[in-house]
């Protein structure tokens, strides 16, 4: 992955841009009079200050509740990745996932990106991310996300995390909130970190170094980690496999075996190997899986490297840099494949197409049938997803003291993530087709061209011995010929997608002028920023091995933006003007526009104050606006190297069931089967009913947009020393995220209604052409008059209106041994309601989760945590829990009860879970050199494992993972 030549000049073009932006202050500095030199120069020596929420420097947000997460958190968790890190805040949907792999994306190259409040799917992701104020480049192979696991654990001085709309001043996708990770600064000495973890069927490594030198006017440091995670078979964890029964759920194997199983032709039972026995059906009979082929979580190997500078030019001029290079390697097993064919034995009058290797049940006269195969038996090397990112960036600041009020502070950031996924090993379904019946139809028809709506039909005729695939023998005696044994894994898959950013910002910021409580403070802005991302999809074509025969398309895609923001902090009242109630009172007021090239402007405003009733106790109270822009991949690209601009991920392809009422479809009436009088529903998509669609990237997707308000008290009582609390009431309402309407809702709605078409006499190929648009086609449609279409492409679809309340109690307390703390912050959902649009139903999905697979909506999380420093030794636990709920989703045992298309009850309910995890420490600094830690970590102390939910798994990853209990023991050392 790793290229030197692009490394190097990645590294003089950012490197460029950052003098060019130092070296424009610094022409400025000696623009300046000798008076405002003078000032400055008697004025405080200037530091940086990272403030989350504001740009109105050194300031606090107004009005918002900002979670901590301290650098103590990395050492008292044992973390090793920052997606661990946030597991600290129950605010973070996630809290009891493996920390590990992707997460909250659906993104093949294993993205974990993080959501607050879990609002926003992979479509409209609603939380921004930022390091130290800046954004970064984004990543995936199908999405376009911002991934924060490439931060060095050990550069991490805290995390900032705002639950609120933050649009006002940072632009897009700050709808839910903002986590900004601030890295340590002026770090002086030596440290080191050495840690090792192991658990059931699971192993981990991780080393850090960080290195650091100060000077009499600057410093620079040095922070790098590499992390290695093994991955986890899911047959190490025997629950995870499909069959359920003992768990009093379902059997969610299937009939794809090894060697196949085989059922004659114009027959329902089906015969198991060495098909002398009884054939069976039903689900209750399924024997097969493929699960414990393939992991839970992948192998994951982690490079981070970040290197700071700063320097102080002169008494008013102060220039910083960073330079991030990162790398990971992700390696997952998955199963080789299965498929589901037709295949011709003697005496079925198919000529060439008889399998020579064809065998039947004793007894039966079946000549011909359909075999269903798990190739993973045949190929027990396996096959494997192997994922990286790459990224690189260089960020440069000035801050330009004009005076000792106003500062000009500007920043460039500029730098390019590279993710890839390449899978091998996996079944190439044409090649053992060709082997099969001679075609690279699973029906085995020579009329049907390999790629449809073409004229390429391909074939391997006649079947000999030679050329021909034996399904019907274990690998031991399987009769196969090497060389198509070889081809029949020759099916590689490679995408690659390289992003870039380029952000430039500038502001100048101060005291406008004195009211009775104070200095009024203003900052005003502009800001740009460029995004591209350049793909390419390698894959196989259908016609035979990928390694002679596959398809490629190149996509690039790319965005502006400019924008220019304002912020006011006025104070109203000071504690010097003695007024009863009102210790002190602030109003804040920000504003951003923001210009797209694709769509245009956004005007998003923010109003907050604080009210300090009294020394202690202050109310705070914010509304605001804020938008996600659409991704890439949701409304296509610029430029394509294949047909009329189509993305990566826009097909057409047959279309599964679809139940429609007559009533909104009343032409439905018309097509054989639904015709009988006073039918209510024509179920379409199945056999005889065949229908089309087109899905993925739509150009007429926008942003998506929201609104929040939020109201809380921070409380710090003096009869109490030592406790602190905070509580928020908050407010989100996400309108029109990207995404595609659910088919159940879309037949019964008025909004979408016209995105089914349906074809009483069957579609003519004028029509089905025409609403095909030269896409792709993804596979052939099924034989016979097509009777509907369905438009299932991204739109602005779902909306969301989220409440809840978050709290934060602790309390810390100092005895003659040592010091005791305790505390517990959590969120609390009071409401989560749904819609699709203006007009349509809104329903709650409050603690109801997996809901057609959008949203997290479990009720409540919270982290309680207890810890005592006695001396040399602290020692600390935390519990994670996540309360009870509705598992809503499609396969549940109680089905969920609709009308018109909308949930109204059913569904299994599902336990609670909790994880216990325990951190004791020791000082070494009397017995080793520097300050040494020796430290023991336990995660899921008592190896609770998730609680049952009727799916393939056993477990809802959006609650638990089942990974057990975990072990990690490291030692710290700091000079």
């Known amino acids: 992955m790793f290229n030197s030549r692009d490394f190097e000049k ?142 060095p654990p050990n550069a991490i001085e805290r995390v900032e995390v705002i639950a609120e709309g933050a649009s006002s001043i940072y632009g897009s996708d700050a709808v839910a909130g903002v986590i900004n990770f601030i890295t340590r600064r002026e770090y002086e000495g030596l440290g080191l970190r050495l840690q090792t973890g192991f ?103 982690r490079h981070s490297l970040m290197v700071k500078v700063d320097h102080q030019v002169n008494d008013v001029l102060k220039l910083r840099g960073d330079v991030v290079y990162s790398e990971r390697e992700s390696f997952e097993r998955e199963n080789v494949g299965n498929i589901a064919a037709t295949v011709f034995g003697p005496g079925s009058g198919m000529g060439d197409q008889i399998n020579p290797f064809f065998v039947a049940p004793p007894g039966s006269t079946a000549t011909s049938g359909t075999v269903r195969f798990m190739a993973d038996e045949l190929f027990p090397e396996g096959s494997n997803q192997t994922t990286g990112h790459e990224i690189f960036y260089a960020h440069g600041n000035a801050d330009y003291d004009i005076n000792d009020n106003w500062r000009l502070s500007g920043f460039v950031v500029a730098g390019n993530a590279i993710s890839q996924e390449v899978v091998s090993g996996t079944l190439c379904n044409a090649c053992l087709l060709l082997a099969l019946n001679g075609t690279t139809n699973s029906n085995g028809d020579l009329t049907q061209p390999a790629i449809p709506n073409t004229d390429i039909y391909v074939s ?156 202690g106790l202050r109310l705070r109270a914010n509304y605001a606006e804020s938008f996600v822009a659409p991704q890439f991949s949701t409304y296509g690209p610029d430029k394509l190297s294949g047909k009329n601009g189509q993305a990566v991920d826009n097909f057409f392809s047959r279309n599964g069931r679809v139940d429609l009422p007559i009533d909104k479809f009343p032409e439905a009436a018309l097509i054989p089967g639904c015709d009988a009088p006073g039918q209510a529903i024509c179920t379409l998509g199945i056999s005889g ?32 020393e030592g406790f602190s609390s905070n509580i928020t009431f908050w407010h989100t309402t996400l309108r029109g995220a990207a995404g595609s309407p659910p088919l159940t809702i879309v037949a019964n709605s008025n909004l979408f209604h ?83 649009g203006p007009g349509e139903p809104v329903f709650s999905i409050l603690n109801k989760n997996r809901y057609i697979g959008t949203f997290p909506a479990i009720q409540t999380e919270w982290r309680a945590r207890f810890g005592v420093d006695i001396g040399k030794f602290s020692g600390k636990a935390f519990a994670n829990h996540t309360a009870s709920y509705t598992y809503w989703g499609s396969s549940a045992l109680n089905p969920v009860v609709t009308e018109n298309g909308i949930p109204v009850g059913g569904g299994d309910e599902v336990g609670a879970y909790t994880a216990v995890s325990l951190n004791l420490q020791y000082d070494l600094s009397d017995i080793l050199p520097g300050e040494s830690t020796v430290y023991v970590n336990v995660d899921n102390v008592f190896d609770e494992y998730p609680p049952f939910v009727n799916a393939s798994a056993g477990f809802d990853s959006f609650g638990a993972f089942p990974m057990g209990r975990m072990v990690s023991v490291g030692l710290r050392a700091e000079f």
Request: aromatic share 10%; net charge negative; proline share 6%.
């Open 460 to 615: 391997n005729l006649p079947l000999t011995v030679d050329n021909a695939v034996d399904l019907w023998n274990p690998l031991a005696t399987n009769r196969t010929s090497p060389e198509v044994m070889a081809r029949l894994t020759d099916s590689r898959r490679f995408q690659r997608v390289r992003q870039t950013i380029e952000q430039y910002s500038m502001k100048v910021d101060g005291g406008l002028f004195d009211v009775p409580a104070g200095e009024l403070k203003v900052a005003v802005g502009v800001d740009y920023v460029k995004l591209t991302a350049d793909s390419e999809v390698a894959e196989p074509n259908n016609t035979g091995p990928s390694s002679v025969s596959s398809s490629y398309n190149a996509f690039l895609y790319e965005r502006t933006v400019e924008s220019a923001f304002a912020e006011v902090l006025v104070p109203l009242v000071s504690e010097d003007m003695n007024i009863p109630g009102v210790r002190k009172l602030e109003f804040n007021i920000s504003a951003r526009y923001d210009h797209y090239d694709e769509f245009g402007g956004l005007t998003n405003p923010k109003y907050a104050f604080n009210w300090e009733i009294f020394d």
């Open 754 to 836: 016209d995105l089914i078409t349906v074809y009483p006499n069957g579609a003519t190929p004028e029509q089905i052409e025409a609403f095909r648009g030269e896409r792709r086609q993804r596979e052939p449609l099924d034989a016979g008059p097509q009777y509907f279409s369905v438009d299932f492409r991204n739109f602005n679809v779902y909306t969301v209106f989220v409440e809840g309340i978050d709290f934060d109690l602790g309390y810390v307390r100092d005895f003659n041994w040592g010091t005791m703390h305790v505390g517990i912050n959590g969120t609390h959902r009071t409401r989560f309601d749904q819609t699709t």
């Open 10 to 151: 990645r590294l003089r073009v950012n490197t460029f841009l950052t003098l060019a932006l130092s070296l424009s202050f610094s022409a400025l500095s000696n623009a300046q009079s000798q008076d405002n030199t003078d000032a400055a120069a008697n004025s405080e020596s200037i530091e940086e200050i990272v403030v989350t929420g504001s740009s109105i420097r050194g300031a606090d947000p107004v009005g918002s509740n900002v979670v901590v997460i301290g650098a103590d958190a990395v050492d008292d968790n044992a973390v090793q990745t920052v997606q661990e890190l946030l597991q600290a805040s129950p605010q973070i949907w996630g809290m009891n996932g493996p920390g590990q792999g992707a997460f909250a994306t659906f993104d093949a190259s294993g993205l974990a990106v993080p959501q607050i409040h879990g609002i926003g799917g992979a479509n409209s992701s609603s939380t921004l991310s930022l390091i130290d104020g800046h954004r970064f480049p984004l990543m995936g192979v199908r999405r376009n996300l911002p991934d924060p696991n490439f931060i």
């Open 199 to 301: 658990g059931d069927g699971y192993d981990t490594w991780t080393a850090s170094v960080s290195a650091g030198h100060r000077w009499d006017d600057g410093g620079a440091a040095v922070f790098y980690s590499y992390s290695d995670r093994s991955g986890l078979l899911r047959r190490d964890r025997p629950l995870t496999l499909p069959d359920q029964r003992a768990r009093g759920g379902r059997n969610f194997q299937n009939y794809n075996c090894a060697p196949a199983t085989f059922q004659p032709a114009g027959q329902s039972l089906i015969y198991f190997h060495p098909y002398d026995g009884t054939g069976v059906s039903g689900q209750d009979n399924a024997v097969c899986e493929q699960d414990s082929f393939t992991d839970l979580i992948p192998d994951e190997q």
């Open 689 to 720: 009913r065949p229908g089309f669609r087109i899905d993925g990237a739509n150009p007429d997707v926008g942003p998506a947009t929201g609104e929040n308000w939020a109201v809380g008290i921070d409380y710090l009582p003096h009869f109490a």
